[in-house]
Nanobody, 121 residues
Framework: VQLQASGGGLVQPGGSLRLSCAAS????????VGWFRQAPGKEREFVAA????????TYANSMKGRFTISRDAAKNTVYLQVNSLKPEDTAVYYC???????????????WGQGTLVTVSS
């Protein structure tokens, strides 16, 4: 099981990004996938998760409204769309797989290397 996050970069406040989490050696439709982020000097926190079929999603309360998680089974990829970016969204964003939708990091495995999002003018 291997996941790789990508799509990060430098973006101005108010901008948008779509992060991708590509899976190899397994099918994303077999697992729930979650996104987490870790800002400089802070602990890693839950962002959003989606179940194996894409029919169920959950978000951290502070992420609702600007973050949208989705999956494309044909591309074996899960996405995180982030809109109206703020400087406090600056973080390394990670994806990981779980047996079911959860906001608990302990339930996730196969953490990818992460992708850096920097929000700055």
């Amino acid at each position: 099981v291997q996941l790789q996050a990508s799509g990060g970069g430098l973006v101005q406040p108010g901008g948008s990004l779509r992060l991708s989490c590509a899976a190899s050696r397994f099918t994303v439709s077999s697992y729930a996938v979650g996104w987490f982020r870790q800002a400089p000097g802070k602990e890693r926190e839950f962002v959003a998760a989606i179940n194996w079929s894409g029919s169920s999603t959950t978000y951290a309360n502070s992420m609702k409204g600007r973050f949208t998680i989705s999956r494309d089974a044909a591309k074996n990829t899960v996405y995180l769309q982030v809109n109206s970016l703020k400087p406090e969204d600056t973080a390394v964003y990670y994806c990981a797989a779980s047996a079911g939708v959860s906001n608990n990091q302990a339930n996730y495995k196969s953490w990818g290397q992460g992708t850096l999002v920097t929000v700055s003018s």
